[in-house]
């Protein structure tokens, strides 16, 4: 006896809803996203009293906690939605651990219960973006929902910004819980097709149904698909061949690596997230800056970003879906070229200026809109082939929960990377303006002086890999530069060439020695100077006010001042013994409780002392 069908199985298991269900999900990872991190510093202020120069330390190691866990279970989750016969219960495991974290933050008043708070939301984000796009893998839609989903990681600021300068904390979570509850409900309504399926068979109208369904499904794939059906040939260049890796037979999408369209694809991922998080960390400091703006007017500027994404954004995912994504790639970065390059003519000043910031701003929220959804349709066509060419070696489900698992890593580190460079590059760029205008440096070995300025602050690394327990930190860095130089270099680095490299990092913070070593350590020490010092730190007016100005509006410091900090004071209290003959110990003696500094004539006095 066959069982009653569920109620609503109709209108729960329709391309609408799952599509609707998983849209609102993903609107709620980089929804939470959006609103948390910029409430973190006030948390560990306001709840846990952690020192002002701590502050930016714990808040890029709660950053570093969701990113990590997100791209470590990724793939697993990956791995799990494809072996799994119904992917909704761990659809609704990943809410339940959403949950579990918004509580935690909400109520948290540690730094273990805000990092496992983190973790939790590190790995709900793996699990919502890679099963919830496995769900709508056959609705030909993903375009669509990833023109709609990111506007929510745009919009939080704001939303969060006013909620928390008017009710504090409990209305910024009071608008996550009702959210949550939003998102819950429709999860729990949610049927599977194929879960669906099972129902409609036992049915002979609704069999019918079906395949006039199929039917109609599968006229609009043909009109989606810009090849709809692989022609013999073309599927050869599919084809897996026999005796593949057991890696690869356990985790199949690592074939589909080789394509360099996929490549291409999750390039263009990174590139998004790296844009939308460079645009989440300058507004506020660009507005502080330029208009003295205090948190609530900064993120009421993000509302200029936001619209065209809010009016763009859902019609440039259809249109993806509808017509492929290679035009709306091509025509999306193409056009976001000029647009950036645009935002150089905003200058510090009243209500012209912040007009005009806000007209760009709009500009180039209309390029990110539409580039919101190529990335994600294109990688799923790639994989598609592959899975069509190779039904048996991909299985009956194919390797698309591990292809969003991927993708969600790879967006994971874009959303680090856009902050996490321009330290690097301000250094550089400040360098390269000074030493041109000097002319016994003009000759200098350009390669090698850029690659020390990049890399020289590799020792600020916060997973603390490339840290030693008893070197300086200088040291550090140019060993893991020259290290790296060592094993990735193409081009030739022979041992003169590592050696400027290594002189120019290990000597950046001596001045009495490094201005007497070669051009290249010279003009790296005056470009990290500058950093510091301003225009004042270049020789004889090497550097205008109007290139620092230019340098630092094209790469702004990003709360550098309170990072540096953190990092300074964090070496005095973990290696004490290398900052007593440096000016690193100059921070432990002003800002480190219990430091004590053991100076050079103290050393020099019991040594001589000793031996009579």
Not at 85 to 93: D, G, N, W
Not at 134 to 161: Q, R
Not at 341 to 364: A, E, F
Not at 458 to 482: M, P, Q
Request: charged content about 20%; some cysteine; aromatic content about 10%.
């Amino acid at each position: 006896m066959v069982k009653s069908k569920p109620i609503g199985l109709a209108w729960r298991s329709s391309t609408l809803f799952i599509v609707s269900t998983v849209g609102i999900g993903l609107f709620t990872d980089l929804f939470f996203y959006g609103l948390i991190v910029p409430l973190l510093p006030f948390m560990l202020k306001e709840r846990i009293n952690i020192p002002p120069d701590q502050i930016q330390g714990y808040t890029s190691g709660l950053l570093a906690a969701y990113a990590g866990a997100s791209v470590l279970f990724s793939p697993l989750a990956g791995v799990i939605a494809d072996r799994v016969s119904t992917r909704q219960a761990p659809f609704l495991i990943g809410l339940v651990a959403l949950l579990g974290a918004t509580l935690m933050l909400f109520l948290g008043k540690s730094i273990a219960v805000l990092i496992v708070a983190r973790i939790l939301q590190g790995i709900s984000a793996a699990v919502v973006w890679t099963i919830g796009l496995a769900l709508v893998l056959d609705s030909k839609t993903i375009g669509s929902i990833f023109g709609f989903i990111s506007i929510g990681e745009l919009a939080a600021p704001v939303l969060g910004g006013v909620l928390y300068k008017k009710t504090g904390f409990p209305g910024v979570f009071g608008v996550a819980f009702g959210i949550l509850a939003i998102d819950f409900i429709m999860r729990i309504f949610l049927i599977e097709k194929k879960v669906a399926a099972r129902w409609e068979e036992a049915q002979e109208e609704q069999s019918e149904e079906d395949a006039h369904q199929n039917e109609e499904d599968g006229n609009t794939e043909d009109a989606n698909e810009e090849e709809p059906l692989l022609r013999k040939k073309e599927e050869e260049n599919y084809r897996v061949p026999e005796g593949q890796s057991k890696a690869v037979r356990s985790y199949p999408i690592l074939f589909c690596l080789k394509d360099p369209r996929l490549l291409t694809a999750l390039l263009m991922a990174l590139t998004q997230a790296s844009l939308l998080s460079t645009f989440d960390a300058t507004i506020p400091t660009e507005a502080e800056q330029l208009f003295n703006f205090d948190s609530l007017k900064s993120g009421l500027l993000f509302i200029a970003l936001v619209l065209p994404y809010l009016i763009l954004g859902p019609v440039a995912g259809w249109l993806v879906d509808r017509y492929g994504p290679k035009p709306a790639a091509v025509l999306g970065f193409g056009y976001l070229v000029p647009t950036l390059i645009l935002l150089r003519l905003v200058r510090p000043g009243g209500t012209p200026q912040i007009v005009i910031y806000c007209v760009l701003l709009s500009l180039n929220g209309f390029g990110l809109a539409a580039i919101g959804s190529p990335s994600i349709v294109e990688a799923s066509t790639v994989v598609g082939r592959y899975h069509k060419a190779n039904p048996d070696f991909f299985g009956e489900q194919g390797p698309y929960a591990q292809l969003y698992g991927l993708n969600s890593m790879v967006f994971s580190a874009g959303l680090t990377l856009g902050p996490v460079v321009s330290g690097a590059l301000k250094d550089w760029l400040f360098g390269f303006a000074i030493a041109d205008k000097i002319p016994a440096l003009q000759d200098r070995d350009r390669e090698a002086h850029s690659i020390a300025a990049i890399l020289h602050d590799l020792a600020w690394d916060h997973t603390n890999e490339l840290i030693s327990k008893d070197d300086r930190f200088e040291v550090d860095g140019a060993n893991a530069a020259r290290n790296f130089l060592k094993k990735e270099a193409t081009g030739p680095y022979d041992k003169h060439r590592l050696q400027l490299v290594w002189d120019s990092i290990a000597l950046h913070t001596t001045p009495s020695i490094a201005l007497h070593k070669e051009p290249e350590v010279v003009a790296t020490f005056f470009g990290i100077a500058a950093d510091f010092t301003g225009v004042p730190g270049a020789p004889n007016g090497a550097l205008t006010q109007g290139e620092y100005d230019a340098i630092v509006k094209e790469v702004p410091r990003l709360g550098f001042n309170d990072d540096f900090r953190e990092v300074f004071c964090g070496l005095c209290r973990t290696k004490p013994q290398t900052t007593y003959d440096n000016m690193v110990g100059d921070w432990g003696e002003k800002y480190v409780e219990g430091y004590t500094r053991l100076r050079g004539i103290d050393m020099l006095e019991a040594g001589l002392e000793m031996l009579g």
